[in-house]
């Protein structure tokens, strides 16, 4: 019985090494904002443009209180997810929680031809990306039970390590 929580920057691989851990284990696998976007029929930038940020982020914290209340789960947060101190209590509290750390240099190659991330669409993305890292890399740290390390980030390499630190 057990609730995996992955946290960790856009484009660190949260979705697709989520998904891979859960179907090694068999575990159901729900990524935050796909939820999001399911109960509100529309997408994540759509959110913000009428929302605003804040919108988003008060989403964001319902489905995360929802969602850590299951058990046999996978669940992968938006990179923002761990800005929120009652975020952070509920991750801590109700999951093992695992940061995904990729080098900045990679995110920003995954994440450069992307239009769904409103926080990226600003003119110099490069840079909002060393900022935001060095904002948050400290916040996942302190919520985090498992740090994994993902170099260039091969994902099959990253739910390896999950494994052996689980
Ligand atoms: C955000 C990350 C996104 C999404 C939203 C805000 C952030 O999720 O929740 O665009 O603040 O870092 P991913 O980390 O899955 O890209």
């Known amino acids: 019985m057990v609730l995996v929580i992955l946290i960790g920057m ?14 090694r284990h068999r575990m159901r696998f ?19 443009e009428i929302e605003g940020e804040a919108g988003f982020r008060r989403r964001e914290t319902q489905v995360i209180d929802d969602l850590t209340r299951e058990t046999d789960l996978v669940l992968a947060t938006g990179g923002g997810a761990v800005l929120d101190p009652g975020n952070r209590a509920m ?8 940061y ?12 450069r031809h992307d239009r769904n ?6 003119p110099n ?9 060095r904002e948050r890399d400290p916040l996942y740290r302190a919520v985090a039970d498992i740090v994994v390390d993902g170099g260039r980030g091969n994902p099959g390499g990253m739910v390896r390590l999950i494994e052996r630190a689980i």
């Open 125 to 133: 993305p490069r840079e909002r990306i060393e900022n935001l890292y």
């Open 10 to 23: 856009m484009g660190a691989g949260k979705t697709t090494v989520g998904r891979e851990y859960a179907r």
């Open 30 to 48: 729900v990524d935050c904002d796909h939820e999001i976007e399911a109960r509100t029929g529309v997408k994540v930038p759509t959110i913000f």
């Open 117 to 122: 991330r409103p926080l990226l669409q600003v």
């Open 91 to 98: 991750m801590s509290e109700r999951g093992i929680v695992v």
């Open 100 to 111: 995904l750390n990729v080098p900045t240099q990679v995110l920003w190659e995954r994440t």
